[in-house]
């Protein structure tokens, strides 16, 4: 069954680094979201993004996150410069039909 | 805004046993799309059952099923026959039927996590 990659599983940086994570989504979808999950609290949603450009994002991402699609099979999130507060688990998630979004495994970002 | 309430931050249940999670909602929209997801210890997101506002019928998938009580924005789990590998967080979410038809962001309660007991 297909399913949503996501790499690394756990990425350590240094605050001020810039690190970015890489989804690979369901290969016959359109539709790409980025969320996160602060350790012990709720999952929220970052972006949606569909045919190549935002479509949603969140208050949480601000100007040092970015997205791309940048081959056509690999959807990344950038952190210019981490803060200690990234420090979450990222879910990518992808979705064809209406109302199915399937989620990858995260990444578990910690910031030191 | 929408918003998602679970009020019991933990449970636990024997295994063989029923147990209901409750989720309660807010929202002035009509037409929207509520979700059940489990997260278990590998921390990966799993959608286990899902639930179209239009519909009055329940959704049920196997051993899983929901009460949906639109008036009173409700929307309970109803795990039967528990089984081990169901501990898990469970988290309910909504998910806007909005001008996109169904390519809209989810929002998700706090969780609760279920522990299923041998």
């Known amino acids: 069954e297909p399913e949503v990659t996501q790499t690394p599983s756990h990425q350590v940086t240094q605050m001020g680094q810039e690190v970015i994570l890489r989804c690979v989504p369901i290969?016959?979808?359109?539709?790409f979201y980025w969320y996160r999950q602060i350790l012990g609290q709720k999952v929220e949603f970052l972006v949606s993004f569909y045919n190549n450009e935002i479509s949603e994002k969140s208050e949480i991402f601000d100007d040092q996150f970015s997205v791309e699609r940048p081959d056509g099979s690999n959807f990344t999130l950038k952190i210019r410069s981490t803060k200690l507060e990234d420090s979450a688990m990222y879910f990518c998630?992808?979705?064809?039909?209406?109302?199915?979004?399937?989620f990858g495994p995260g990444t578990r970002l910690t910031v030191t | 805004a929408q918003t998602v309430t679970q009020s019991q931050p933990e449970m636990s249940v024997q295994e063989a046993e029923t147990v209901t999670l409750s989720c309660t909602y807010d929202t002035s929209e009509n037409n929207y799309y509520l979700f059940w997801y489990k997260q278990p210890p590998s921390r990966q997101m799993i959608l286990v059952i899902r639930?179209?506002?239009?519909?009055?019928q329940n959704a049920t998938e196997n051993r899983f099923s929901v009460n949906f009580q639109k008036a009173a924005k409700s929307f309970s789990l109803k795990i039967s026959d528990s089984q081990l590998g169901d501990t898990a967080m469970y988290f309910c979410a909504f998910m806007s039927g909005g001008n996109s038809g169904g390519y809209q962001k989810v929002t998700f309660g706090i969780g609760t996590k279920l522990q299923v007991i041998p």
């Open positions: 639930q179209e506002a239009y519909k009055q």
């Open positions: 998630a992808s979705q064809a039909a209406a109302y199915e979004q399937y």
């Open positions: 290969s016959n979808h359109l539709y």
